[in-house]
């Protein structure tokens, strides 16, 4: 009996030891990936290993520990996602709500121009790591610092239930979602509806880069991680997005907004 037991707590021991190593040899791929760690794969947690997740660390802003924590972990898509939930048979997105255009807002977006506008074409999109590109000197583009700054107080923004503050964040025309090219009065009404179909919101920027800029525009490329409930739903999961922001004068607004469901 005593041997049993003492076999059977080696081979639990060892399945630890064996989860660990299989846990560190998949953040030492991943950090390869990013060009951060060039030793072997070997499952141990060596010095190497320890001072390429310091660098990465830094970058994401985290503390730079050398640990392999649950932070570094879900920032390196490590952790297993939650059970998908079973999407409520609601809009869930923005994007969402523009398939299901109201006929009273159909008629206003022809009232705009003299024909019906022509809606924004769904194509894939494509996002980028910023913070993990190799290290070594880059060309800084004038726009990086202001664009993510931009973005993250317009997630912030959209957080809350204050109107004003989120329509703050757009132009006076623009290009929303599926529905074409609307008013910032449309814009008003599309939110408002969103924010009473689910009053708790909750966004976390995952990553952000640049994509096309001129001295006026710039197009930024990133991925949010979405929570949103209502006292009868919830529902959860990413986004890949493609906005456009374009400067007037000292002034920063959206100009177009892309938004697609990642589905895993």
């Known amino acids: ?126 996002t980028v790591e910023v913070t993990d590109q190799p290290a070594g000197p880059e060309p800084v583009s004038p726009w990086a610092e202001r664009a993510e700054t931009f973005v993250r107080s317009y997630l912030d923004a959209c957080k809350t239930n204050e109107l004003p503050a989120e329509l703050a964040f757009y132009a006076d025309r623009v290009n929303y979602f599926d529905h074409g090219e609307v008013t910032r009065d449309f814009v008003a009404r599309d939110v408002a509806r969103y924010y009473k179909r689910w009053p708790q919101r909750d966004y976390e920027l995952l990553d952000l880069t640049l994509g096309k800029t001129s001295e006026q525009e710039v197009e930024v490329k990133f991925r949010i991680r979405f929570n949103v409930k209502s006292p009868s739903n919830s529902a959860s999961g990413r986004t890949s997005n493609i906005f456009k922001i374009r400067q007037t004068g000292d002034d920063l607004r959206f100009v177009s907004l892309k938004e697609q469901r990642v589905r895993k």
């Open 1 to 126: 009996m005593k041997l049993a037991r003492t076999t059977s707590l080696i081979l639990l021991l060892t399945c630890v030891v064996a989860t660990a190593d299989e846990q560190i040899r998949r953040v030492q791929e991943e950090l390869r990936k990013r060009q951060l760690y060039f030793a072997d794969i070997d499952g141990r947690l060596t010095k190497e290993t320890q001072g390429a997740l310091k660098r990465y660390q830094k970058r994401k802003g985290f503390t730079a520990s050398g640990e392999v924590n649950p932070e570094t972990l879900r920032s390196l898509d490590l952790v297993a996602p939650p059970p998908e939930e079973t999407f409520p048979d609601v809009p869930v997105l923005k994007s969402d709500a523009a398939r299901e255009l109201a006929e009273a807002d159909r008629k206003l977006l022809e009232e705009m121009e003299d024909g019906p506008l022509s809606p924004v074409a769904e194509a894939p999109l494509e």
